[in-house]
């Protein structure tokens, strides 16, 4: 019995030899010195509904909204930045005047990375003064959030440096990322390696548009979608549409995704992605009823992964 014991004993202390070589030196002989850069996680749809619901919880202590220059707004960018604090981000509010009201920028970095190339992804976090804007766009915001917070859950260090924004007064004309982009110095704007637009990508009668802007951004989305056998189309509605915009004037590669708004569906579009032909693909785009009933939670899972799997893959 000692014998066999012992032999037992060698063998698994082997093994722990073997596994703490690996975790302290990261290879053992034979093993693959460089493996694949790790792959982006899924993002739970659940957690992105929990941000709109409480979105929708702010702008209904706030007046009904969350638009610029109201009290509804604000409480939303620090709803998304007290999340970013605790999860490790480096935050920053940028203060501007538009329509003489305040209005703010949130800009978080997760330390790491090469700063001299940075990957950027971002959502305007204003409503309309309509309602409480939970496709337009919660959608974007909450996606966008949760796959910062993912990037501190998985501890990610890519080799390029990430940073995230959520704008304000977009609803305005794009105000809050024009004025990002305007106080880049010209050094910094080069730093920008791409950056990723997200405007709605809950739509409860969605399509699967993919804007047709830097061809590698572009294909990094499209890749995602044929990986789930999803048709894209080309998003056609939003040149100059969306916070993008200023970055592409800029020379910046940019890219993102939408899901369509007043637009109708056609009966073609409805044979590939289901949903309703001859209906808009948001009926509630700026009006009082885009609220949390006004999603699609197999769109806003999709997309939401989307991001995730964009922010990975330009950034390892
Ligand atoms: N202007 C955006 C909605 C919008 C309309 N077309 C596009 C195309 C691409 C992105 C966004 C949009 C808004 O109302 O916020
Ligand atoms: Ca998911
Ligand atoms: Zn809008
Ligand atoms: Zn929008």
Same mark, same amino acid.
């Given at each position: ?7 037992? +004993? /060698?063998?698994?202390?082997? #093994? ?23 792959? #982006? ?15 929708? @919880? ?17 409480? @939303? ?8 604090? #605790? ?5 920053? &509010? ?6 003489? /009201?305040?209005?703010? =920028? ?21 409503? %309309? ?9 919660? !959608?974007?915001?909450?996606? %966008? ?6 990037? *501190? ?12 924004? +959520? ?7 794009? %105000?809050? @990322? /024009? ?54 189309? &080309? ?6 549409? *969306? ?27 409805? #044979? ?15 009006? @009082? ?13 999709? =997309?939401?992964?989307? %991001?995730?799997?964009?922010? +990975?893959?330009? !950034?390892?």
């Amino acid at each position: 019995p000692t014998m066999k014991l012992s032999v037992s +004993w /060698r063998a698994s202390a082997a #093994a722990v030899v073997a596994a703490a070589t690996l975790l302290t030196s990261g290879s053992i002989a034979g093993a693959a010195p460089d493996v694949e850069a790790a792959a #982006a996680p899924d993002i739970p749809v659940a957690n992105v509904k929990a941000h709109l619901t409480q979105l929708q @919880s702010i702008a209904k202590a706030n007046g009904g909204n969350r638009a610029h220059g109201r009290p509804g707004y604000k409480a @939303s960018l620090d709803y998304v930045k007290a999340k970013l604090d #605790a999860a490790g981000y480096t935050t920053a &509010i940028q203060q501007f005047t538009s329509g003489g /009201r305040t209005g703010y =920028n949130l800009i978080a970095d997760w330390p790491g990375g090469d700063t001299n190339q940075v990957v950027m992804a971002g959502s305007h976090l204003d409503s %309309v003064s309509s309602g409480p804007g939970i496709n337009d766009n919660g !959608s974007g915001s909450s996606a %966008v959030l949760e796959t910062a917070l993912a990037v *501190s859950r998985a501890g990610y260090q890519p080799t390029k440096h990430l940073r995230f924004a +959520w704008w304000g007064a977009e609803e305005l004309g794009l %105000v809050g @990322s /024009r004025y990002y982009v305007n106080n880049l110095s010209s050094a910094n704007r080069a730093k920008i390696s791409g950056y990723l637009n997200f405007d709605m990508i809950g739509s409860p009668n969605p399509g699967y548009f993919v804007y047709d802007d830097d061809p590698a951004i572009e294909k990094t989305f499209k890749d995602y979608y044929a990986g789930l056998g999803v048709a894209t189309e &080309i998003e056609t509605e939003g040149d100059g549409r *969306s916070d993008h915009a200023p970055f592409k004037s800029a020379g910046v590669p940019v890219g993102g995704l939408f899901t369509g708004a007043s637009r109708t569906k056609t009966a073609a579009q409805a #044979a590939k992605w289901g949903g309703t032909s001859g209906q808009s693909f948001d009926r509630c785009y700026h009006s @009082s009823c885009d609220t949390t009933s006004n999603i699609n939670d197999t769109a806003l899972d999709r =997309n939401s992964d989307a %991001v995730a799997y964009a922010v +990975w893959e330009l !950034s390892e």
